[in-house]
């Protein structure tokens, strides 16, 4: 598990055993940290608009991007950790690492941005309230029911057959084969304070939530 402080560094623990494992040096306000499906690659985005990806078993920083976009607050590898979504206030931008290339871009005013274990399926919040799952080969859109609040987070789960949305009140699980609209799990353990991000577990199995009060649950 990776975890941004606000002194510009990332905490690396290991969830088996939960021992501290490393300490990555970036510098800045960090705003987002992802790993890639495989565990190989830790991206990082920060407030200074630029984008860079650590090797987990050297801790090498192997690449980097600038100009991510205003306010870039989600971040999402694809599985061959070759590209890279990121989410911002001009919306989602699909960009190539090798080449720096921007490859694709839609939305406004988005907060969050996953990636389905294919690669075939990005889904994304934004701070209207609003989900959108989108078929990369399609570019088919489906737009979930209005959250009427912002939404701060979202994550696909390893099957992509569950949904986990994290946005002001709390988070939601839903299921996108039985109803989209009708959350079968409401996690509200944050209290007052707001969510900052929800994600599964590679497996599945664990949903794990951070709020303002700088606490970690799962």
Do not use: C
Request: hydrophobic share 40%.
């Amino acid at each position: 598990m990776a975890v941004s402080n606000v002194d510009g560094t990332i905490s690396i623990w290991n969830t088996n055993t939960w021992a501290w494992e490393a300490e990555l040096i970036f510098g800045e306000n960090i705003y987002e940290v992802e790993f890639s499906r495989d565990g190989t690659r830790l991206a990082v985005i920060s407030q200074d608009q630029r984008l860079r990806v650590w090797d987990t078993h050297t801790w090498e920083a192997k690449t980097g991007l600038s100009n991510i976009g205003s306010w870039p607050r989600g971040l999402a590898l694809f599985p061959d950790a070759s590209r890279t979504a990121a989410a911002s206030l001009q919306g989602i931008e699909i960009r190539d690492l090798r080449t720096a290339s921007r490859l694709f871009g839609l939305g406004i005013l988005t907060t969050s941005v996953a990636i389905t274990k294919t690669g075939n399926q990005l889904m994304y919040g934004d701070l209207a309230g609003l989900v959108t799952i989108i078929d990369l080969e399609t570019h088919e859109q489906v737009l979930l029911p209005d959250f009427a609040q912002p939404v701060w987070s979202v994550d696909w789960s390893p099957d992509a057959r569950f949904i986990l949305v994290g946005h002001t009140s709390g988070t939601e699980i839903r299921n996108l084969g039985v109803d989209p609209a009708a959350p079968v799990f409401v996690i509200n353990t944050h209290g007052n304070s707001q969510l900052n991000d929800a994600r599964f577990s590679s497996d599945g199995n664990l949903a794990v939530t951070l709020g303002e009060d700088s606490i970690i649950r799962i």
